[in-house]
């Protein structure tokens, strides 16, 4: 099996030797115009078309988990609490919730004449970060203290109360007849995104849903890529991997910290909105536990830490829980003569795939650079440097 | 101006002592307190007589929400044992374990009808016939434990941390989705055998009913069971040898592996026996039901300090009081919130729990 795999490794680094250059940049401009076509290779509302819009949202949201999970090492488990603010900022600032104030600010002439908050998506958009990353900084700051596992449990505390809150928030008043959420009801009829240039947004017609996410997730990963690359991203993977050498080496502590929940929150938001808005109602039985963990295991079996394995990650388990799941395999079962139906053992299934794919490849699909070296260097010493370090694989905290 | 600030500093200093060390008390203690003081000067409405409600000025009503918080906080500390152990060997949130206890709850269920118990047994037979349910079902999940253990977590011994977790999260899945085809996807309620809301005798104005007596009759000779295994025996030596450094104590010649299994068998067989306790204490199961239960046993481990059993038991109890409590005070809704708000103030004011010790990651 061990030679097996070096004979993979050594193969694979005879071919990356021998990809020019411009490879990576010709496959990220090849991969861009896919996506853009995407819609006209499917029927304008098809199950493929909204499996995969639900996908590219879902690759929005592992892309902000993975920065506090992935690059800065904070194991956050209750990431649904941003998805929940995200669609909740959407709910109460484009419906009729509020329905006793009259607040509008460029929307379309529908909206315009409907009681309640109600303001373009754009605005929306920056509101939901703003609440999302303010969310995320109280969130991080009494976990500013603790280290692995007792983080991930303060953030799980959190994302569990306030889903609770989402739930109850019915019988919690804010005066004037309103409240602060409408439960297990939902909060109904979200104002579709409006733009004066661009085509209607209805659910007969998806395309534009999916241009308009798809051009989400492009600034999201650019944004991503150049925080990687800057002074913030070196100094999250620095904590990442010795927190008392980093602190010691200048890197401030609290702001950096802070910055990598503020920032992933706010990304988890906008996908969160963009839920809301596309879903057309914002409902507290979204906002489960089960959700956080769906996102977690999209970073984890993209690989740790790693950009373009946080989107594919999204991508492949958005693509199988929205569209293989429910509209391609969902009779199987009958065709052996079993009486359920997939939809209702998805989460089985998705568990089976979770434990298959992390036993056979732990450092997920598309490994960081960084941690594929600390994988395979005991397997392929190629370097000295390799070899002077033998423990990376065992020392780390997560 | 200098000794202003000093004199500051060192006031500051002491509150940080003292809430170090008395935060958490003061802010477990607080509930009961305060819903004490209320009930002896306000008073409570205890019943309505003719369209006249009846209120009483007396402690009973606390009685009897912390009899029922403490025996629910039975089933949740047999269920945190099982998380404390796991965590305490190998450092891993063991994720599958509520669902475990689920498992244990249907295969309990699963028993009586072919054992032949009913709601018409004599007490001699039900009392054996419960006596082998709870055997065969701390073995069945036990030995399910310890399969989970060697299919998703040892292949991933030396793979980061976070990959066992995500394996675990996935069982929990798999785990669940098989209760899900084994017993359908909405609550199921079971035959109530020993009539578990029956009053057995009263203390003091609380009824102690049936239910409570049973979580404890159960609970307490496992968990003594357990400690007198862990501290007496050899094999309870490596554990606790293999918990403190693994690879010193393989170096000393213990199996290692064979005494993480041996963990997983303890924690899976004490998850079993919550397992039986549940289904006949709440008369109904559920497919979800593991879910909420880790969770909740979850922060009792974390509570009393995770890796030590003592405060697993502590723990479990606790939470289990503030269930009560605010199941009855606040408003069962809101009872999660309150759990989840005393994970972190714990996480705040003490983050190695009530019993634990000071180590690195909690520092």
């Not at chain 1, 499996?51 to 892309?63: D, H, K, N, P, T």
């Not at chain 1, 919730?97 to 529908?110: D, E, M, Q």
């Not at chain 2, 249907?106 to 419960?130: E, H, K, N, Q, R």
């Not at chain 2, 050899?234 to 450094?245: S, V």
Request: glycine letters at 12%.
């Amino acid at each position: 099996m061990s030679e097996l795999r070096a004979q993979l490794a050594e193969w694979r680094a005879a071919f990356e030797e021998r990809v020019p250059r411009w490879w990576n940049r010709a496959l990220a401009i090849l991969l861009l115009v896919v996506g853009v076509i995407f819609p006209f290779l499917t029927g304008s509302s098809s199950g493929l078309l909204n499996g995969a819009i639900i996908a590219v949202a879902y690759a929005v949201m592992s892309l902000g988990l993975n920065v506090v999970v992935g690059m800065a090492g904070l194991l956050d488990l209750g990431y649904v609490a941003f998805y929940a603010l995200g669609a909740y900022s959407m709910g109460w600032f484009g419906s009729e919730f509020f329905a006793k104030l009259n607040i509008h600010v460029l929307v379309s002439p529908v909206a315009g004449q409907l009681p309640g908050i109600h303001l373009n998506f754009v605005l929306i958009l920056i509101a939901s970060v703003v609440v999302c990353a303010v969310a995320g900084m109280i969130i991080g700051l009494p976990t500013l203290r603790l280290r692995g596992d007792y983080i991930a449990i303060v953030t799980l505390a959190f994302g569990e109360i306030i889903g609770v809150i989402a739930v109850n928030g019915q019988s919690v008043s804010l005066g004037n007849g309103m409240t602060l959420t409408a439960g297990n009801l939902g909060i109904s009829a979200v104002d579709p995104p409006y733009f004066p240039i661009s085509r209607a947004f209805s659910l007969l017609d998806e395309r534009p849903w999916y241009w308009l996410i798809f051009g989400i997730l492009l600034i999201v990963l650019f944004v991503n890529l150049r925080i990687r690359d800057s002074r913030l991203g070196r100094a999250w993977v620095a904590l990442r991997e010795d927190e008392v050498a980093a602190v010691s080496m200048g890197i401030p502590l609290v702001k950096t910290k802070m910055l990598a929940y503020a920032i992933g929150a706010a990304f988890g938001g906008m996908a969160g909105a963009f839920f809301g808005a596309y879903y057309t109602t914002v409902n507290a039985g979204q906002f489960q536990f089960g959700f956080s963990i769906f996102i977690l295991a999209m970073v984890i079996i993209g690989g740790l830490g790693s950009i373009w394995g946080a989107v594919l990650g999204g991508l492949l388990l958005g693509l199988i829980n929205n569209y293989l799941i429910p509209d391609v395999l969902n009779d199987l079962p009958s065709k052996f003569g079993l009486h359920f139906q997939l939809t209702s053992v998805e989460f089985g299934i998705f568990g089976f795939l979770l434990v298959i794919v992390m036993v056979l490849r732990p450092q997920g699909l598309l490994p960081e650079r960084r941690r594929k070296l600390e994988f395979t260097s005991d397997l392929v010493t190629t370097t000295d440097t390799q070899l002077a370090e033998p423990s990376a694989t065992s020392g780390g905290v997560i | 101006m200098v000794r202003a600030r000093d004199g500051a500093a060192r006031v500051l200093a002491a509150i940080r002592r003292f809430a170090g060390r008395w935060g958490l008390i003061v802010a477990l203690a607080a509930l009961p307190v305060y819903y004490g003081a209320t009930d002896l000067f306000n008073g409570y409405q205890a019943a309505v007589v003719a369209g006249h409600p009846v209120i009483h000025h007396d402690l009973s009503k606390l009685g009897f929400n912390f009899a029922e918080g403490l025996s629910d906080g039975a089933i949740w500390a047999l269920i945190a044992i099982g998380y404390t152990l796991v965590y305490g060997i190998i450092e891993l949130i063991n994720f599958a374990h509520g669902d475990v206890f689920m498992i244990g709850s249907f295969t309990a269920v699963g028993l009586w009808a072919p054992l032949g118990l009913g709601l018409t047994t004599g007490p001699l037979g039900l009392a054996w016939g419960l006596l082998v349910t709870l055997i065969v079902t701390m073995l069945t999940t036990g030995s399910m434990n310890v399969l989970i253990e060697r299919v998703a977590y040892r292949p991933l011994r030396n793979a980061p941390k976070l990959a066992p977790l995500i394996t675990a999260v996935g069982f929990s899945f798999i785990l669940q989705n098989i209760g899900l085809l084994w017993q359908g996807g909405s609550a199921k309620s079971v035959p109530d055998l020993i009539g578990a809301q029956t009053t057995a005798f009263t203390i003091a104005g609380v009824p102690i009913l049936r239910g409570y007596l049973l979580s404890f009759i159960v609970m307490i000779p496992l968990v003594f069971a357990l400690t007198w295994f862990i501290n007496r025996t050899r094999a309870g030596k490596a554990m606790r040898a293999t918990a403190q450094d693994p690879e010193a104590a393989r170096l000393m010649g213990i199996n290692t592996n064979a005494t993480i299994s041996l963990t997983f068998l303890l924690g899976g067989m004490l998850a079993g026996a919550a397992g039986l306790v549940y289904a006949l204490y709440q008369t109904n199961i559920w497919y979800f039901q593991g879910f909420k239960a880790g969770l909740i046993a979850f922060t009792a481990a974390v509570m009393g300090g995770i890796g030590n059993i003592r405060g697993a038991v502590l723990g479990g109890l606790i939470i289990g009081v503030i269930q009560s409590l605010s199941d009855s005070r606040i408003g069962p809704q809101w009872t999660e919130a309150v759990v989840f708000g005393y994970l972190i103030a714990i996480m705040v004011l003490r983050p190695r729990g009530l019993l634990g010790e000071e180590t690195r990651e909690a520092g």
